[in-house]
């Protein structure tokens, strides 16, 4: 090749890895992106807020009863250990652990028994590893929950694909659909594997108090606007993200962050590298 020719080559673009946790993480806050992704820690203290114990409870029961017992309804005697093994787990480096787990195993079972059958007595394919890519963009993650559900089957026209998360809170479901984009890029990557298939995504809410039924929560289908539209935000996100910069965004939602010690000592003029050795350890690897 000669100097003429190596001048016209276009450099190709380097591709961007991430998942849908990570993207949406730096969209919120480039700051808590580094110190979760790139830096890489989380606090010494592990000890856990009842919602988040109680929330991990639930979301462990389900998603192990579901993998190793598909198309089973669950004994109560199955649910309410698993449960108890999952908060003595978070609770751990509480103060008074087991006073803890007796507090919020009651909550857990009463969401969990708010669980539908059909649930329970589907197929689920539980963080399975999906891929697909966007642009620039090649979005890998382990979305919690999908089914294939087959139209002849069940009466319709169209092979359908169910994706559902499950989250312990009365808030109306629709609510997270603002608030997150995770399930909608989970949804865009599943339609890559599965052109044919009709999405519907929903979150399904159980609230750990009150012993009635779980509230509403419609199936929200993955209209193709929506798909192009979710891969463009996708591929426009990716162009704009960046690994070197960490500018914060301040908001209410700090009061919930891992990370918000750092940014009261950045803006109070503290040492933030003195914090960070003192309450921060590396972090642990997803399992």
Not at 113 to 138: L, M, Q, Y
Not at 143 to 168: F, H, N, Q, S
Not at 208 to 225: E, L, M
Request: proline residues 8%; contains cysteine; negative net charge.
């Amino acid at each position: 090749m000669n100097y003429q020719d190596d001048k016209a080559v276009t450099p190709k673009k380097e591709m961007v890895s991430v998942s849908p946790s990570e993207l949406a993480t730096w969209n919120d806050c480039q700051r808590k992106w580094h110190y979760r992704y790139d830096a890489r820690i989380e606090p010494i203290d592990q000890s856990r807020p009842a919602p988040m114990a109680s929330g991990q409870a639930v979301h462990f029961v389900v998603e192990t009863i579901c993998r190793d017992f598909p198309n089973e309804i669950p004994t109560k005697e199955d649910m309410a250990l698993r449960a108890r093994d999952c908060l003595e787990h978070e609770f751990e480096h509480n103060y008074e652990p087991e006073k803890q787990v007796e507090k919020y195993l009651p909550g857990v079972i009463r969401a969990l028994n708010k669980i539908p059958n059909e649930i329970w007595k589907a197929h689920w394919f539980v963080e399975r590893d999906i891929s697909g890519t966007f642009g620039d963009v090649e979005l890998h993650g382990r979305p919690d929950m999908y089914r294939l559900v087959d139209g002849l089957a069940t009466g319709y026209e169209v092979d359908r694909l169910e994706l559902i998360d499950v989250k312990t809170t009365k808030t109306e479901p629709l609510d997270f659909l603002l608030w997150s984009p995770q399930l909608r890029y989970y949804a865009a990557v599943l339609q890559q594997e599965h052109p044919n298939r009709i999405i519907t995504y929903k979150y399904l809410c159980l609230p750990t108090t009150g012993t009635g039924p779980a509230p509403h929560s419609p199936a929200w289908v993955f209209t193709p606007a929506m798909y192009e539209a979710t891969c463009a935000e996708i591929g426009s996100m990716g162009s704009r993200f960046n690994r070197s910069r960490m500018e914060p965004r301040y908001s209410r939602a700090c009061s919930f962050c891992d990370y918000s010690p750092i940014c009261k000592g950045i803006i109070t003029g503290a040492d933030p590298n003195g914090i960070i050795d003192e309450l921060y350890t590396e972090r642990r690897p997803h399992d």
